[in-house]
């Protein structure tokens, strides 16, 4: 037997243990007090891969310390509203919120009528600069009786009474002419200054290009041109108003304008 050698107080002494000793295959049991290496954690198993979000676009930084900018271009319309022109069917324009709609026949009838007065009184006016009198009545009215009684009688008329009449045509010949020019210059300058003539101004009408635009001095012009050249037949072609489904006359179809009315709102313009 052998003999306890931890008699004077030294620890026991355990014999080191060699690997070769133990059988292969085998793994060595655990001695206690051994420390055990740090192993680190296992793994966690791969989750599935979320899609990828799309990120929205960034606006851009603000300008001289303003709020950022939409993104839009200037001039593009904004998302779910059209920019409207000339908008339905009927001819209908929409113009800073406002809606405007063809004038029917009566307005213009109305509108017409105002202006006739108007520039009766401004050719009176000019006459009276340029000093025409026109024929005395009196004498207008011996002129007409000696003619009528040489045409009862069959009698060629006097030359005194053909000078009478020259006369009196070259007076209505020059008036005509002064009335054309002061209808040009009326209907051209107001259409393009203002929009419309005082008899349209007094109704609330306004004219305007087919897309909603205002008239400028060429465009007024040839309005007036065509309104002139058919003022001689066709009623002025103003008889299309009745047919056209934007109340159009005829020079206005030629000139791309229309007379429109201002159209009272009880609600504000849906847009879809």
């Known amino acids: 037997m052998q003999q306890d050698d931890n008699r004077g107080g030294q620890p026991p002494q355990w014999p080191e243990r060699d690997s070769h000793d133990q059988p292969e295959g085998q793994a060595a049991p655990p001695v206690a007090d051994d420390p055990q290496p740090w192993q680190p954690a296992p793994p966690e198993p791969p989750t599935a891969p979320h899609p990828p979000q799309q990120s ?29 022109e000339s908008a339905a069917e ?13 004038a029917g026949f009566w307005w213009r009838m109305g509108a017409f ?4 007065v108007i520039l009766s009184v401004f ?8 000093g025409y009198k026109g024929p005395d009545e009196a004498e207008l009215a011996t002129m007409m009786n000696g003619m009528l009684t040489q045409i009862m009688s069959m009698q060629p008329p ?19 002419w002064l009335n054309v020019f002061l209808c040009m210059a009326y209907y ?3 259409h393009s200054v203002a929009g419309a003539t005082l008899g349209k ?3 609330g009408l306004q004219v305007l290009s087919t897309r909603g635009h205002r008239l400028g001095y060429g465009s007024a012009f040839v309005r007036y041109l065509f309104r002139f050249i058919f003022s001689k037949f066709f009623f002025g072609g103003a008889f299309t108003v009745w047919f056209d489904p934007r109340r159009r006359t005829f020079y206005d179809m030629l000139a791309g304008t229309n007379v429109f009315r201002q159209q ?8 879809d």
């Open 56 to 84: 929205s676009p960034q606006s851009p930084p603000p300008v001289h310390g303003g709020y950022p900018q939409s993104g839009l271009k200037p001039g593009a319309p904004m998302p779910g509203r059209q920019p409207v």
């Open 90 to 102: 009927d001819g209908s324009v929409l113009i800073d919120g406002v809606l405007w709609k063809p």
């Open 113 to 116: 009528l105002i202006d006739f």
């Open 123 to 130: 050719s009176a006016l000019l006459l009276e600069l340029v």
């Open 158 to 176: 006097s030359d005194h009474m053909m000078d009478q009449l020259m006369e009196i045509q070259s007076g209505i010949r020059l008036v005509g």
């Open 188 to 190: 051209t300058i107001f």
């Open 201 to 203: 101004l007094c109704l």
């Open 264 to 271: 009272p709102r009880s609600q504000p313009i849906q847009y």
